[in-house]
């Protein structure tokens, strides 16, 4: 069994504060919540936002109401919190009024319960993301050179959300991605931001799923759809807060040869975007795997640095002529370069050096990545 990183959530109880729990759908967040159900010795309840008596209880702004609801419990539970109306209001007048209780909740539409929780619950709540399984994660299961060979191969293509990373057989890993694909992927930005084009909205994230790894023009994307570009920023807005994609903007002190203009653009799960293009085949039968390498590193590495709380800021650098780093790291007043290849024997350009000659610059590739992102 695979033991996430946030395993035990009582560590992560602070004073009076909502313990939020975000992520992309399928990444296993009702589970964990239940997981730490199972060892509490504390009075809890769990609940959910799909009962109707729980959504008349917790959008009721009485606190008469909310205080019979909570009872003597220690522990409180609301999963798919954001079917609740109003349940940001409700939250702050619980923990403002009603001492000694510990309130976790998370929805399978984390981006519909981010915009219903924000300013309610300012200064009232932690965040913890839960990203698809990470390496890091692995480590107790995995061997290093396992983790080299068949579980890189694996992840390259079908990623590693928990049901597909656990699953054994090759048709059923695809039968659940596709099923992710057609079922739950757009459906928080359907159903919440009431998109009419759906159509639109998958060729776009086609179009970005071709470009991982390269600079994406937003004027490009607007020519080939045939929209406008502020639709296709809108669009690109609302894949980014449903955690499908995430950009990486270039770094620059304005240095005139410096490109400082377009982001590149990632999925938080690579098996996601390989069923996007319909694509998943085995590595040896690709043209992209330079592209994916990037995007798993990249990810793994934001992975490890959020949860270890390693805080930095991150970009891609690119000059005019072409010469580029694929990540650069700014951490505690520091640069940190690193240029990521699949096969060790490519050659790489250095002439980030040149440029910042007091930074560190480091190549990633699959035989040296594991101490990278563990």
Request: one cysteine or more; hydrophobic letters at 40%.
């Amino acid at each position: 069994m695979i033991i996430r990183y946030y395993n035990d959530l009582a560590n992560l109880f602070y004073k009076d504060k909502v313990l939020v729990i975000l992520g992309p759908r399928q990444v296993g967040k009702t589970t964990l919540l239940k997981e730490y159900l199972k060892k509490t010795t504390l009075k809890h309840l769990y609940i959910t936002g799909d009962d109707i008596r729980i959504r008349d209880a917790l959008s009721s702004n009485n606190l008469d109401i909310l205080r019979d609801f909570c009872d003597d419990y220690k522990v409180i539970v609301i999963d798919e919190a954001s079917k609740i109306p109003n349940i940001g209001n409700n939250l702050k007048l619980i923990k403002d009024n009603i001492p000694n209780i510990q309130l976790i909740i998370s929805s399978s539409s984390s981006f519909e319960l981010s915009g219903q929780i924000g300013e309610p619950l300012t200064g009232r709540k932690i965040d913890i993301f839960l990203y698809p399984i990470a390496f890091l994660e692995l480590k107790e299961i995995y061997s290093t050179f396992d983790m080299k060979n068949c579980l890189l191969r694996n992840v390259l293509v079908y990623g590693s959300y928990p049901e597909i990373l656990e699953e054994k057989r090759l048709s059923r890993k695809r039968e659940l991605l596709y099923q992710i694909v057609n079922t739950y992927l757009l459906k928080d930005i359907l159903e919440f931001e009431r998109v009419k084009n759906s159509k639109l909205l998958f060729d776009l994230l086609k179009l970005i799923a071709y470009q991982i790894g390269n600079e994406v023009s937003m004027n490009e994307l607007s020519i080939i759809l045939k929209i406008d570009h502020k639709t296709v920023s809108r669009y690109i807005d609302l894949l980014e807060k449903a955690y499908i994609i995430y950009n990486l903007r270039p770094y620059s002190t304005n240095l005139r040869k410096e490109i400082a203009k377009k982001s590149k653009y990632f999925f938080y799960d690579i098996g996601l975007r390989n069923a996007i293009i319909s694509n998943l085949n085995p590595i040896e039968k690709r043209n992209d795997i330079g592209a994916l390498f990037e995007n798993f590193i990249m990810n793994e590495r934001i992975k490890r640095n959020n949860y270890k709380k390693i805080h930095s800021n991150i970009y891609f650098w690119r000059i005019v002529r072409g010469k580029e780093v694929n990540l650069v790291e700014e951490r505690n007043g520091n640069l940190y370069a690193y240029e990521m290849k699949y096969n060790p024997s490519r050659k790489v350009n250095k002439k980030f050096l040149h440029y910042y000659p007091n930074s560190e610059f480091r190549i990633i590739n699959k035989d040296n990545f594991t101490d990278f992102i563990i």
